[in-house]
Antibody
Framework: EVQLVESGGGLVQPGRSLKLSCAAS????????MAWVRQAPKKGLEWVAT????????YYPDSVKGRFTISRDNAKSSLYLQMNSLKSEDTATYYC???????????WGQGVMVTVSS | EIVLTQSPTTMAASPGEKVTITCRAS?????MYWYQQMSDASPKLWIY???KLASGVPDRFSGSGSGTSYSLTINTMEAEDAATYYC?????????FGSGTKLEIK
């Protein structure tokens, strides 16, 4: 059974940093692109970042480019999202997702809440 | 950026009723993807490559469309189908989602 378990969320002040983690199991992690997708409270879904199987290629929308960094450790079947210079508009539930690149996300984690507020 | 506009934003359907949710893209896309999100739960892949049902999705669901207009149809509404449905396009960067259609049971 595919499982994706996020951790690392919480309350953080504007301008500070936070790192999210996602532990994957139930599939060969190194064979899949992985991604982060977020959902602001009562809002829709927004793609945040994608990483290739080896980690050599990463992709971001303009809204987070230069502030967020996605990375992975295939030996640990883990995905990460380093978030710097956080803004109030980054407040959201962040989902780790397995991506059938570039097409769709076939498995999602339960999500982790990040609140950016002073 | 390709903007996906879903309609309606919200709707209610009676059990047994036929339901159609539309997703219009601001530019032509090759395929459309749909996700179901129940209240306080993670999204689930529902339809991929425009018309293929994800594993476990009842066959009363179907997807269709091309170019800039796509749809998700429920042949006969059931109470368990009440959820928010999102469309998503993959292949023009950035990847984008529609704003969602909240479907309720009457």
């Amino acid at each position: 059974e595919v499982q994706l378990v996020e951790s690392g969320g919480g309350l953080v002040q504007p301008g500070r940093s936070l790192k999210l983690s996602c532990a994957a199991s139930g599939f060969t992690f190194s064979n899949y692109y992985m991604a982060w997708v977020r959902q602001a409270p009562k809002k829709g879904l927004e793609w945040v970042a994608t990483i290739s199987t080896s980690g050599s290629r990463t992709y971001y929308p303009d809204s987070v480019k230069g502030r967020f960094t996605i990375s992975r450790d295939n030996a640990k079947s883990s995905l990460y999202l380093q978030m710097n210079s956080l803004k109030s508009e980054d407040t959201a539930t962040y989902y780790c997702a397995r991506q059938v690149y570039p097409r769709y996300f076939d498995y999602w984690g339960q999500g982790v809440m990040v609140t950016v507020s002073s | 950026e390709i903007v996906l506009t879903q309609s309606p934003t919200t709707m209610a359907a009676s059990p047994g009723e036929k339901v159609t949710i539309t997703c219009r893209a601001s530019s032509s896309v090759s395929y459309m993807y749909w996700y179901q999100q129940m209240s306080d739960a993670s999204p689930k892949l529902w339809i991929y490559d425009t018309s293929k049902l994800a594993s476990g999705v009842p066959d009363r669901f179907s997807g269709s469309g091309s170019g800039t207009s796509y749809s998700l149809t429920i042949n006969t509404m059931e109470a368990e189908d009440a959820a928010t449905y999102y469309c998503q396009q993959c292949c023009s960067t950035p990847l984008t989602f529609g704003s969602g259609t909240k479907l309720e049971i009457k």
